[in-house]
């Protein structure tokens, strides 16, 4: 009997003591990871964001984000990940941030912050050159754009009252313009270009007139990692200040610097 209480007061001791030691535990298991920063992107945006042949990921953002991750000392993890459900990954933590060419717009400053502006630009209208389009007011209800779903563009389809046809990315609406399924295609006018460039039938496409509007591009941080927003902050105010915002838009962009409003 003496024997059975004794093991008992064993059992109760270590279990008293699991319980002091658990929590420590567990709060370690949950310490955030400083040794590498996660930036997420939706990997099929170019000349921005893109997969390469091997399967690596290129592009103006991912070296935007190589270097700020090499000036806070950590290992870049770039992911990528459909746009339209970017944010809410955002949201779960899944990553540390969006660098994926994310404009900033009141909607989305309700539910994520944003870091300084790194670049700008603008949404283009994308025609067929023996099409009937040649200038924005050309554009009727008959008419059809295409754009990459979860964009800010749709809003400026609707503005412009045209009917919209939704795409995972812009080499799909390009290639259904050329086809002639689609009357037009609303995108990222830097896209455009690029894209234009990179298609096989591109010459048959043109750009009409200039941007619809200017669009801040911004890095979206959780709301609750503002110490991590500001460090990134940091690291983009050097990065501009010593050329280097500058160098890498020169280097993808054919010497043109986009990182200035």
Known sequence: MKKTKKLYRIVLLVGLLLLLVMPSLVAQGQKEDTAT???????????FNY????????????????????????????VTTSWDGIVEGLRAK???????SMGITEERQKVVDFSLPYYYSGPQLITRKDGTIRTIE????????????????????????TKVKLYEDDNQTLIELLNGRID???TDRIVGLNAIAALKEGEKLTLVG?????????????KESTALKNQVNDA?????????????????FNGEDITIE
Do not use: C
């Not at 899944?94 to 994926?100: C, F, H, T």
């Open 210 to 222: 200039s941007v619809l509007r200017s669009e801040v591009m911004a890095i979206a941080f959780h």
């Open 184 to 186: 037009g295609v609303l």
């Open 236 to 252: 983009l105010s050097a990065m501009f200040a010593d050329g280097t915002m500058k160098a890498i838009s020169e280097k993808w």
């Open 37 to 47: 920063i996660s930036f997420a992107g939706s990997g099929g945006y170019p000349p």
């Open 94 to 100: 899944r990553y540390d941030g969006i660098l994926g």
């Open 138 to 161: 050309d554009l009727t209800s008959n008419h059809t754009l295409g754009l990459v779903t979860g964009t800010t563009f749709e809003q400026d389809a609707m503005t412009l009252g």
């Open 51 to 78: 997969l390469t042949e091997d399967g690596d990921v290129a592009g103006f953002d991912v070296d935007v984000a190589q270097e700020i991750a090499n000036r806070l000392g950590r290992k870049l993890n770039y």
